[in-house]
């Protein structure tokens, strides 16, 4: 398999006044294509440094930072928007979706700020939209849908550029749990049968079970990385 992502010694340090905090302090791990990982660690353990650090939305104070091959830390900040417009999707605990919009305009989004032609966009976004079982909701506005459909419809939004890496920052925490457990079967079909690579953050254990691989972080630090079917020591 070939990499997604390589860092080493990442480490992202803010200032505090005259101190330093560490958001996550020399990291080193990679990510191949077609993994689904679950990062878990409790508030401030350095999980959403991270995923801010390889979704481009944020700049290392060290380290190196490979995406696809591309030196992430080398990229001018128009660079790092072109990838993460073109190779990288997010979904996000609170949706994102544009109010008094539909769902396929939301599904669009991607397309137009990559200046694709219109009539391409909806052929795309209608195609994402009908495998992840909402294409009957393409009319349908934020304000007349359930959360979980509205989460389907930023998850079918990441999707529409073909991002070598999904991003998921906690897509469940405003979800019950039947809407959980539907959304993380959904990433699970999108991983085990069109082979999309996805990063999870949650502090869910059981939204993690779901992921082949779980990276545990504290203070900064990992302190596990277990695939599905080892034992942590």
């Known amino acids: 398999m070939s990499d997604v992502v390589v860092v080493e010694h990442l480490t992202k340090l803010y200032e505090l006044g005259d101190d330093h905090v560490v958001g996550i302090e020399n990291v080193s791990m990679r990510i191949e294509a077609g993994e689904f990982i679950a990062v878990m660690g409790a508030s401030g353990s350095g999980k959403s440094t991270f995923m801010h650090l390889i979704g481009m939305l944020d700049e290392p104070t060290s380290g190196s930072y490979f995406f696809e091959g591309i030196d992430a830390i080398r990229l001018t900040g128009d660079e790092r928007a072109d990838i993460r417009s073109r190779r990288l999707g997010f979904v996000f605990q609170s949706y994102n979706l544009l109010p008094r919009t539909s769902a396929l305009e939301n599904v669009e989004l991607p397309m137009i700020y990559a ?35 509205q989460q389907r419809v930023a998850i079918a939004r990441a999707m529409v550029n073909n991002p070598g890496l999904i991003l998921a920052d906690e897509p469940t925490g405003a979800l019950d749990t039947k809407a959980s457990k539907d ?18 953050v949650t502090h869910e254990a059981d939204v993690a079970a779901f992921a082949k691989r779980i990276i545990t972080f504290r203070d900064g630090a990992i302190i596990s990385d277990v695939r599905r079917g080892e034992v942590a020591a």
Do not use: C, W, Y
């Open 115 to 149: 200046g694709v032609p219109e009539q391409q966009r909806e052929r795309i976004a209608l195609e994402k939209m009908a495998l992840i079982g909402i294409a009957h909701l393409r009319d349908h506005n934020s304000n007349q849908m359930s959360g979980g459909q």
């Open 183 to 200: 959304v993380m079967e959904l990433f699970t079909t999108l991983n085990n049968e069109h082979g999309i690579t996805i990063l999870l």
